[in-house]
């Protein structure tokens, strides 16, 4: 068996995009992978036949995706192959054979597509308000000059670049005569979308010039064939995080933020469409979404979705993500899943379900839940196993503050009892996130070269409830007690994990932490710091959510407790850093800037500390999981040249390619 390795992630297949035929006996999906020689993501369709247990390639232009179904026979999907610019192309084939050809073209840049009754789409694309195409720059303005132009915040967002009035609306198209009609109100920014039969259900909030931006969203319900629009719930109650119907009721999840802010979990509600208002139906304090870590899935996924039972929806459980139903009679159960994650999911109103999981340490597969049993249906990446080394993750219960948490360690690849091995300390982002079981690439090759890798749960992550997940207005200091304690049980447990040699690092949140760490202990060799903030101050003042995510955490603007934002900044204490970093950012992340990973670099360089600073041209927040495939090479090797030039002997470093 071969030694997994950098590149190695381009012979995964990732699939995504579940899409059930309306009888329920076939499920299109997407299948992508990463082409480093192109340097992008290819991505076909392929379909799976329930009678027959076949998987078949649908399509094999490399450029197709977001497959729905027109009718029992007919699938509908989108391709980039001849789309020219502010436009979207869609082609339409026949399941049961020949060749495909074009349904309709757009001149909308389309993210969300449905079909309504009569022929006609329900469809969500970028609307820009003040020019017909993209306005990231103003080309030929005043002299001739190329400029930004930002009036309102965000003015740019992470993943989407300079939005500048630009807003998700909500349409419906009729192909037969070639008609756009708008539902949403232009200055709306339209977040959740659903659709069924001749109603279209969205949530979406007014996004003024000059006005606090927030994430609240209203209910609104548009009835296609008599043109009329009604918001059952205002736009500023709850944080909704789905609407769609269940049946022919409407349904969403929200959170109303009463007792934990921002990031409280979602209970259920249905419309009472006679009196206008929201039923809660199930009430939830546990987590609605799937928040396990992993920097090995690729394309889009539905994490909930409605019939006439209720919601179906991925939850984080502990260290798991499972898939549950919210049912309409008020109960909510676990319907599958166990050790892993649960991505996606495509029910049926028979009780089935389509849905898309790791489980275990390995890769996404497509299953099938019937009868109350799941079974794999795909075999995407059976190959990997066969052909690499790979170290499973053992579970490690400890206790921190009087609190049981749980973490994780995988062992060195081929681990002998009586050496010592480096380790690596791994933190995840969020913070409401959590660490899994799941396969993890970057984890799979530092231990295929020699390295332990541990990673835990700290107070603030996700799948222990709202409680657990409180930290607001405590960033930095809870954290940092669990970490070294899950340190310190480690060591214990591992007599082959060497004190000597401990690196630390992680991405997001985890790079605020890694900053955190290096300026309040030295027992670590050497860190990596990716994607992090330095500074809530400059935060508030950069990131694309604006003043409101440090405004939520403190309760307070930086003009009324300024202290209090620099108490838990990393870079107050970066004076007393004395450990060796690489700093890791992309030129346009905008959630954390890229000022903050140049801030603390020049603070360990001022201070005479060894460090290193690689700013990936092009890319977001998202590089080491959707970046460009050099690039998301390229900083792994980084990374882990860093970790094998401080923490390994000079007879146990190995070379490091891209």
Known sequence: MRRLDVRDFERYQFPS??????????????????????????????????????????????????????????????????????????????????????YMRIPMEVTWLAPLNAGKFALLAKYHMHCAQDPSWTDGGLHGAEYIVADE??????????????????????????????????????????AKDNRVVYSARHFEKHA?????????????????????????????????????????????????????????????????????????????????????????CQTAAATSAGVYYSAAVHSDSVLKLAGMDGSIRVLAGGEGSVDCVSPLENGDAY?????????????????????????????????????????????????????????PVGMKADQKYPGILYIHGGHKLTFGSVYYHEMQVWANRGFFVYFCNPRGSDGWGDEFADVIGKYGHYEFEDFMRFTDVCLEKYPQLDVERLGVGGGSYGGYMTNWIIGHTDRFRCAVSQRGIASLISMFGTSDTSYLFPVWQFDTDIWMDIERY???SPLKYANRCTTPTLFIHSE????????????????????GIESRLCIFKGESHGLSRVGKPRNRAGRLAEITRWFEKYLKNAEQKRSVEA
């Open 588 to 607: 346009n992340d905008f959630r954390c800037p890229t000022s903050e990973g140049i801030q603390m670099f020049q603070a360990l360089q001022y201070n």
């Open 17 to 102: 995009g579940l899409a059930a035929s309306p009888d329920g006996n076939m499920c299109a999906y997407v299948v992508a992978k990463a082409n480093i020689a192109q340097n992008c993501y290819e991505s076909d369709i392929w379909l799976y036949d329930r009678k027959s247990g076949e998987n078949r390639l649908l399509t094999s232009g490399g450029r197709e995706s977001a497959p729905v179904w027109l009718d029992q026979n007919t699938l509908l999907y989108a391709t980039s192959e001849g789309r020219g610019a502010g436009e979207s192309v869609f082609r339409a084939v026949c399941v049961d054979g020949g060749e495909s050809w074009e």
């Open 212 to 300: 606090p931006y927030q994430f609240k969203g209203n209910i609104a319900v548009y009835n296609a064939d008599a043109g009329s629009l009604r918001e059952y719930v205002d736009e500023d109650t709850y944080r909704v995080y789905f609407c769609g119907f269940a049946g022919d009721e409407i349904v969403f999840m929200g959170a109303k933020g009463l007792h934990y802010g921002y990031q409280e979990n979602s209970s259920f509600y249905r419309i009472d469409e006679a009196t206008g208002r929201e039923v809660l139906f199930a009430e939830n304090h546990e987590s609605t979404g799937n928040a396990v870590c992993t920097d090995s899935r690729y394309g889009h």
């Open 153 to 194: 915040l965000p003015f740019r967002q992470d993943g989407l670049g300079i939005t500048n009035g630009m807003r998700f609306r909500a349409y419906v198209y009729d192909p037969g005569v070639q008609s756009l009609t708008p539902i949403s109100d232009e200055t709306q920014f339209v977040e959740f979308i659903g």
């Open 355 to 411: 849905y898309i999981a790791m489980e275990k340490n390995r890769l996404p597969e497509v299953y099938l839940l019937s009868g109350g049993v799941s079974q794999r249906i795909t075999a995407l990446n059976d190959g990997i196993y066969a052909q690499y080394t790979l170290s499973d993750p053992e579970k490690v219960a400890f206790e921190s503050a009087g609190l049981s948490l749980e973490g994780f360690v995988i062992p």
């Open 566 to 568: 620099w108490e838990h």
